[in-house]
């Protein structure tokens, strides 16, 4: 639907009165009818942002809308702010958001879709001066066909990533630029802060069916996995978590409450800065993980995990060396490390096929 800037609804004329006055434009309370009394439309977004109107200020706060319905696509794609500064900060939580949110290669302050119900987000590319939250997001759509991905393959995050308690779903049908099967990718992404895919709550966990992906992103602070992950029945590739070449600064953590049902981990080159945590986590996917060439700096903690592979889950990662004794593939003492103090793998259970005899006899 085409906006009309002298036709504002009195629920943008609402967003524009709390914006200027640097609150929150707060339609949660607002409940009952067909629902247009809380509607905003994506194409006055898209003005008040980029600041068309004077008589439309916004301030350091920002966008701040709760629990509105946006109408339309947002398209704030390669938009940025005077002098390529970067458009305000834009809070869109507890929202319901049916099309797409594209934001490639754009540029914000500050970014936050928490606990928004929405379908698509493009954010491939995009700059975020601040940290960046999709804590609490699930799918517009109900139903078992409903979807909700989103991409920030190349983003640049000054600040943490937070997805606590997020429900991600994507099947085979994707966008030109993005990758079916991955409802979150976070490919070659470059997070300052932490990034939390872990619990949102009481009882709700970080959820994804289909590939989240990690591969050559760097995280400055520590990574925290905790939910249940699985790759998508059609996906042939069978990766629920890609995370080749990743760099993190601090932990790798899917300990304790990490499930991975379905589908292979790939941690192939990965250099981690201090601890790889698998404490208690239940890795059942079939295909187990493949930590070939990874560099752990700190400890490899393994108490409590079950890990089972069809193939050879760890391989040989640099500064550790792996074996095969009765089908279990187990850490051995880390080189560097002659009291063993940095493996810990008490009441582990690794499972894995029986790697073929010229290759066993190598081994020995």
């Given at each position: 639907m085409a906006f009309d800037?002298?036709?504002?609804?009195?629920?943008?004329?609402?967003?524009?009165?709390?914006?200027?006055?640097?609150?929150?434009?707060?339609?949660?309370?607002?409940?009952?009818?067909?629902?247009?009394?809380?509607?905003?439309?994506?194409?006055?977004?898209?003005?008040?942002l980029m600041g068309v109107?004077?008589?439309?200020?916004?301030?350091?706060?920002?966008?701040?809308?709760?629990?509105?319905?946006?109408?339309?696509?947002?398209?704030?794609?390669?938009?940025?702010?005077?002098?390529?500064?970067?458009?305000?900060?834009?809070?869109?939580?507890?929202?319901?958001?049916?099309?797409?949110?594209?934001?490639?290669?754009?540029?914000?302050?500050?970014?936050?879709?928490?606990?928004?119900?929405?379908?698509?987000?493009?954010?491939?590319?995009?700059v975020i001066d601040g940290p960046?939250?999709?804590?609490?997001?699930?799918?517009?759509?109900?139903?078992?066909?409903?979807?909700?991905?989103?991409?920030?393959?190349?983003?640049?995050?000054?600040?943490?990533?937070?997805?606590?308690?997020?429900?991600?779903?994507?099947?085979?049908?994707?966008?030109?630029g993005v990758r079916a099967f991955t409802p979150l990718d976070l490919e070659g992404a470059r997070i300052s802060g932490n990034l939390y895919l872990d619990k949102g709550g009481k009882d709700v966990q970080f959820y994804a069916r289909g590939s989240v992906r990690l591969s050559q992103s760097r995280i400055g602070g520590s990574v925290y996995l905790m939910g249940e992950l699985g790759a998508h029945n059609g996906d042939k590739r069978r990766h629920a978590l890609s995370a080749q070449k990743i760099e993190v600064g601090g932990d790798f953590s899917a300990r304790a409450s990490f499930k991975l049902r379905e589908g292979r981990v790939n941690l192939r080159g990965a250099q981690i800065g201090k601890n790889l945590n698998l404490l208690e986590a239940e890795i059942a996917g079939g295909d187990g993980i493949d930590a070939g060439n990874a560099r752990i700096r700190g400890s490899l903690l393994l108490q409590?995990?079950?890990?089972?592979?069809?193939?050879?889950?760890?391989?040989?990662?640099?500064?550790?060396?792996c074996g095969l004794w009765r089908r279990a593939l187990y850490p051995s003492r880390p080189m560097g490390d002659p009291r063993g103090q940095a493996a810990h793998r008490r009441g582990c259970e690794l499972q894995a096929r029986r790697p073929h005899p010229a290759r066993a006899q190598n081994r020995d």
């Open positions: 800037a002298n036709d504002l609804r009195d629920s943008e004329h609402f967003v524009i009165q709390r914006t200027r006055e640097g609150a929150v434009a707060d339609f949660s309370t607002l409940t009952g009818g067909d629902g247009s009394q809380r509607t905003v439309r994506a194409g006055f977004l898209r003005m008040l109107n004077e008589g439309w200020p916004v301030q350091l706060t920002g966008v701040r809308i709760k629990g509105a319905r946006i109408e339309g696509q947002l398209d704030l794609s390669d938009c940025a702010g005077a002098g390529g500064a970067g458009l305000p900060a834009l809070a869109l939580e507890g929202c319901e958001i049916e099309s797409l949110i594209h934001i490639a290669n754009a540029r914000f302050a500050r970014l936050s879709l928490s606990h928004s119900r929405l379908a698509q987000v493009n954010g491939r590319g995009v960046l939250s999709f804590a609490g997001v699930k799918p517009f759509a109900e139903g078992d066909a409903a979807e909700a991905w989103l991409c920030f393959r190349n983003a640049a995050i000054a600040g943490d990533c937070s997805g606590r308690g997020a429900r991600l779903v994507m099947g085979a049908s994707a966008p030109e409590g995990a079950i890990v089972k592979g069809a193939g050879e889950p760890y391989g040989r990662a640099r500064g550790w060396r």
